[in-house]
Protein backbone atom coordinates (compact mmCIF):
# COMPACT_ATOMS: atom_id res chain seq x y z
CA UNK A 1 0.00 0.00 0.00
CA UNK A 2 2.82 2.27 -0.20
CA UNK A 3 2.50 2.54 -4.07
CA UNK A 4 -0.85 3.67 -5.72
CA UNK A 5 -4.09 3.76 -4.32
CA UNK A 6 -5.82 1.49 -2.63
CA UNK A 7 -9.12 1.62 -0.80
CA UNK A 8 -9.01 -0.99 2.43
CA UNK A 9 -11.76 -2.66 4.77
CA UNK A 10 -10.17 -4.27 7.62
CA UNK A 11 -12.58 -6.58 9.28
CA UNK A 12 -13.34 -9.52 11.15
CA UNK A 13 -15.65 -12.33 9.94
CA UNK A 14 -17.44 -12.31 13.50
CA UNK A 15 -18.42 -8.91 12.88
CA UNK A 16 -22.16 -7.59 12.46
CA UNK A 17 -21.15 -4.77 11.01
CA UNK A 18 -18.66 -6.31 8.47
CA UNK A 19 -20.78 -8.61 7.15
CA UNK A 20 -23.77 -5.98 6.49
CA UNK A 21 -21.05 -4.17 4.99
CA UNK A 22 -19.74 -6.79 2.77
CA UNK A 23 -22.24 -6.43 -0.39
CA UNK A 24 -21.43 -2.90 -0.69
CA UNK A 25 -18.17 -3.68 -0.22
CA UNK A 26 -18.11 -5.54 -3.79
CA UNK A 27 -20.25 -3.31 -5.03
CA UNK A 28 -17.74 -0.82 -4.67
CA UNK A 29 -14.79 -2.74 -5.87
CA UNK A 30 -16.90 -3.53 -8.80
CA UNK A 31 -18.14 0.24 -10.45
CA UNK A 32 -14.50 1.16 -9.45
CA UNK A 33 -13.32 -1.35 -11.60
CA UNK A 34 -15.63 -0.44 -14.24
CA UNK A 35 -15.09 2.89 -14.14
CA UNK A 36 -11.40 2.05 -14.97
CA UNK A 37 -10.60 3.65 -11.90
CA UNK A 38 -6.68 3.73 -10.34
CA UNK A 39 -8.14 2.85 -7.19
CA UNK A 40 -7.24 -0.78 -5.73
CA UNK A 41 -9.84 -1.89 -3.53
CA UNK A 42 -9.24 -4.86 -0.85
CA UNK A 43 -10.25 -5.77 2.43
CA UNK A 44 -8.20 -7.21 5.61
CA UNK A 45 -9.23 -9.75 7.69
CA UNK A 46 -7.45 -8.15 11.22
CA UNK A 47 -8.13 -12.17 13.06
CA UNK A 48 -5.77 -13.48 9.96
CA UNK A 49 -3.56 -10.33 10.02
CA UNK A 50 -3.10 -8.97 13.04
CA UNK A 51 0.25 -7.73 12.86
CA UNK A 52 -1.36 -5.38 10.10
CA UNK A 53 -4.25 -4.29 12.27
CA UNK A 54 -1.63 -3.73 14.97
CA UNK A 55 1.00 -1.57 12.77
CA UNK A 56 -2.65 0.64 11.32
CA UNK A 57 -3.98 0.91 15.08
CA UNK A 58 -7.13 -0.89 13.97
CA UNK A 59 -9.01 -0.97 17.15
CA UNK A 60 -12.83 -1.34 15.44
CA UNK A 61 -14.84 -3.32 12.66
CA UNK A 62 -15.18 -2.27 10.36
CA UNK A 63 -12.34 0.39 9.73
CA UNK A 64 -12.08 1.83 6.32
CA UNK A 65 -8.50 3.81 5.35
CA UNK A 66 -7.49 4.78 1.80
CA UNK A 67 -3.78 4.78 1.27
CA UNK A 68 -2.28 7.01 -1.69
CA UNK A 69 1.19 6.30 -2.15
CA UNK A 70 1.87 5.69 1.48
CA UNK A 71 -0.54 8.46 2.91
CA UNK A 72 -2.92 7.18 4.97
CA UNK A 73 -6.58 8.63 5.02
CA UNK A 74 -9.08 6.94 7.69
CA UNK A 75 -12.68 7.11 6.33
CA UNK A 76 -15.18 8.48 9.00
CA UNK A 77 -18.16 8.89 6.42
CA UNK A 78 -21.90 7.13 5.54
CA UNK A 79 -21.32 3.30 4.74
CA UNK A 80 -23.57 3.65 1.49
CA UNK A 81 -22.17 2.77 -1.68
CA UNK A 82 -22.42 6.24 -3.48
CA UNK A 83 -20.68 7.45 -0.60
CA UNK A 84 -18.25 5.15 -0.56
CA UNK A 85 -17.25 5.31 -4.32
CA UNK A 86 -17.59 9.46 -4.23
CA UNK A 87 -14.72 9.45 -1.39
CA UNK A 88 -12.40 7.22 -3.44
CA UNK A 89 -13.16 9.04 -6.30
CA UNK A 90 -12.08 12.63 -4.41
CA UNK A 91 -8.98 11.49 -2.89
CA UNK A 92 -7.90 9.36 -6.39
CA UNK A 93 -7.92 12.95 -7.94
CA UNK A 94 -4.85 15.01 -8.06
CA UNK A 95 -2.41 16.17 -5.60
CA UNK A 96 -1.34 19.31 -4.79
CA UNK A 97 1.82 20.35 -4.81
CA UNK A 98 3.97 23.57 -4.94
CA UNK A 99 6.17 24.36 -7.65
CA UNK A 100 9.13 25.52 -6.09
CA UNK A 101 10.45 27.53 -8.81
CA UNK A 102 9.56 29.50 -12.49
CA UNK A 103 11.85 26.70 -14.34
CA UNK A 104 9.29 24.24 -13.09
CA UNK A 105 6.16 26.08 -13.87
CA UNK A 106 7.52 26.76 -17.35
CA UNK A 107 7.80 22.60 -17.69
CA UNK A 108 4.18 21.91 -16.16
CA UNK A 109 2.52 24.74 -18.19
CA UNK A 110 3.77 23.39 -21.10
CA UNK A 111 3.50 19.70 -20.40
CA UNK A 112 -0.09 20.11 -18.68
CA UNK A 113 -1.96 23.28 -19.74
CA UNK A 114 -3.38 22.32 -23.19
CA UNK A 115 -4.76 19.04 -21.70
CA UNK A 116 -6.70 20.86 -18.74
CA UNK A 117 -5.03 19.83 -16.52
CA UNK A 118 -2.88 22.36 -14.37
CA UNK A 119 -4.14 24.50 -11.81
CA UNK A 120 -2.27 27.34 -10.43
CA UNK A 121 -3.05 29.19 -6.95
CA UNK A 122 -0.37 32.22 -7.02
CA UNK A 123 -0.36 33.74 -3.68
CA UNK A 124 1.92 35.11 -0.89
CA UNK A 125 1.01 32.99 2.03
CA UNK A 126 0.83 29.54 0.66
CA UNK A 127 0.48 27.74 3.83
CA UNK A 128 -2.86 29.31 4.73
CA UNK A 129 -4.15 28.36 1.09
CA UNK A 130 -3.04 25.44 1.14
CA UNK A 131 -5.08 24.24 4.62
CA UNK A 132 -8.01 25.98 2.56
CA UNK A 133 -7.54 23.60 -0.44
CA UNK A 134 -7.03 20.57 1.89
CA UNK A 135 -10.06 20.75 3.48
Known sequence: MH?????????????????????????????????????????????????????????????????RNGEEFTYEGDRSRDALIDYALKLEGPEIRLIPNSDIYARLYKEHYLKGGLFILISDDGESHLNVITQ
Open 3 to 67: DGHWFVEFYAPWCGHCKKLQPTWDQVGALLADKASRVNVGRVDCTRFSEVAHKLSINGFPTIKYF
